[in-house]
């Protein structure tokens, strides 16, 4: 216990929290080690402090440490980042450069935010991982490097990469030993020694006297969920030091500080999709949306063109639009009744026909009748998308440079879209 207390001191975490203090034993245990690390929490729990004490408590302490931020780095940059480039390799790239795993070898490297690295970067990563090699952007020349990675994340990777969009064996190649920092709202009994720090720390920054909480401010603290957990709660200390014109922080007080709608995190049921087709986005939405409105219009001039050949139909024929009207717009009908979308776009709350038979329409100020047929085609951008680099292969036979100039992309972005859609050449 008196070593975890001089990890604390030295690395500035307050807290008696027993997760906490399990999570800083972990990485104790492990940091003698050369194993991969992966460490789980919420955005502001503080998982940078727990790579600098892997990295301080190793044999490669004397060596260089460097913290990397994934989601920061934009996609197109981010392999030459990690593992470099060399002259002429892409626009812009007018001399060699090294990358962070080639300038830190020998020492540590923190990937944060790991869940926001792309797929192709993540092929590359585990590479590294398994034999230590790397490969520049435009080079064919392997290189070798020996750098311990930690890596950190506020996602759930398991679930990513159940979903595709997280390598599987990279997870369990990063998740040897896997460390999770608790959220605040499960350590309630630092956050007042939490607070208390803070606000001791801003008055000797701006030469004042600490605040105090009463007794109802102190509640209130505890009671609050957190959601941006210890550097929420350090910013909210620095604004009371700052602005608050009482020495002793009443409820009152405090709520002005806190935000006004404090954040749910209560488990809610998923609402079950449409067995008429799936909404994965906004953009299917209004897809769906046009394309039943351009069915309801064609059965429009169908019924018309009906009433034009037979006029003693017009009679029944209104007789059968209110009533069908009526019952598709009906809440109490289940066979025509609206989907029901999620979240509250009543735009999106129309009827949808199952199906259409052959249409007819009349040309304008001719008269002329023309049969045609509807042809039932896929929207969904992504499909399309799909269908058109599978044609570009088969067209220039498996080359993905051609392919790619083809297709008016880069050869890396073929590449990415070709392991996103599970393409096989």
């Known amino acids: 216990m008196a070593e975890i207390q001089s990890i604390k001191n030295r690395f500035g975490i307050t807290g008696n929290s027993p997760a906490l203090n ?140 159940h979903n595709g969009k997280f390598r599987e064996d990279l997870y369990y190649r990063l998740s ?19 607070f208390r720090k803070f606000v001791v720390d801003f008055a000797e920054r701006y030469k004042t006297t600490p605040v105090q909480l009463d007794d109802g401010a102190k509640n209130m603290l505890i009671n609050y969920n957190w959601p941006g957990n210890v550097r929420e709660l350090k910013n909210i200390a620095e604004q009371l030091s700052v602005l608050s014109t009482n020495q002793v922080i009443t409820a009152a007080d405090l709520q002005r500080f806190l935000p006004e709608k404090n954040i749910n995190r209560l488990p809610v049921l998923a609402q079950t999709q449409q067995a008429n087709g799936e909404f994965n986005n906004e953009r299917e939405i209004l897809y769906k949306l046009f394309f039943d409105m351009k069915k309801d219009v064609t059965e429009l001039k169908k019924m018309f063109l009906e009433i034009l050949k037979n006029p003693s139909l017009a009679g029944s024929a209104a007789n059968y639009t209110a ?78 440079k051609d392919a790619a100039l083809d297709l008016g992309i880069s050869e890396r972005t073929l590449y990415r879209k070709l392991k996103e859609y599970d393409i096989n050449e």
């Open 22 to 161: 399990y999570a800083i034993q972990v990485a104790m245990q492990v940091a003698s080690t050369d194993l991969s690390v992966l460490i789980v929490g919420e955005s502001g729990v503080g998982k940078e402090s727990f790579s600098q004490i892997i990295h301080a408590l190793s044999a490669r302490k004397h060596n260089a440490f460097i913290a990397v931020n994934c989601g920061a780095i934009p996609e197109g940059t981010i392999d030459s980042e990690l593992f470099g480039h060399e002259k002429g390799s892409f626009t812009g790239a007018v001399d060699s450069r090294k990358g962070y795993f080639e300038t830190v070898s020998g020492g540590t490297i923190f990937l944060d935010e790991i869940g926001e690295m792309p797929l192709g970067t993540q092929a590359r990563l585990l590479r590294v991982l398994e034999t230590g090699e790397f490969i520049r952007v435009g080079s064919s020349k392997v290189q070798k490097t020996d750098v311990r990675v930690i890596a950190a994340t506020n996602k759930d990777l398991y679930v990513a990469a």
């Open 176 to 194: 040897t030993v896997p460390i999770r920092v608790p959220a605040l709202r499960d350590r309630k009994e630092d956050i007042v020694l939490l």
């Open 323 to 400: 009533e069908s009207l009526q019952r598709d717009f009906s809440l109490n009908g289940n066979e025509y009744a609206a989907p029901v979308l999620a979240g509250n776009n009543p735009a999106a709350a129309l009827p949808v026909n199952v199906q259409q038979p052959n249409q007819a329409v009349i040309l304008p100020h001719k008269g002329e009748i023309h049969e045609h047929e509807e042809v039932e085609e896929s929207l969904n951008i992504m499909d399309k998308e799909k269908e058109l680099i599978i044609k570009a292969l088969k067209k220039h036979r498996g080359k993905r």
